[in-house]
């Protein structure tokens, strides 16, 4: 029986953060602070996950140039700051994670 309400609370917890926001659209208005503050969220996370992704390795920060994925994601920073193609920035990331890899 216990698993039961374990199940039950779970599915309320999953359900109440997706329905709140339709059941409110159109009707709350977020102040324009807000909206344009909310708007570099993505940005944040993304570089959050990145950052820790490259540097972290073996429970420690790994900053030197035995790290393959820093030499990788440095390539890819450079490559996104001259041509600006996100494409191209996937690929020459990869290439260079995988070309370092293999050499070394």
Known sequence: MASWWLIAGMALL???PRYLP???????QIPRELERALNYVPIAVLTAIVVQATLI???????SLHNHRLIAA???????LIW???FL???VGLA?????????
């Open 14 to 16: 999953t359900f109440i």
């Open 22 to 28: 339709l059941r409110f659209a159109g009707r709350l």
């Open 57 to 63: 390795q073996h429970g420690g920060i790994d900053a």
């Open 74 to 80: 440095l390539c890819a920073f450079a490559t996104a």
């Open 84 to 86: 600006r193609r996100l």
């Open 89 to 91: 920035t996937v690929v």
């Open 96 to 104: 260079t994670f995988a070309l370092v890899g293999w050499l070394g």
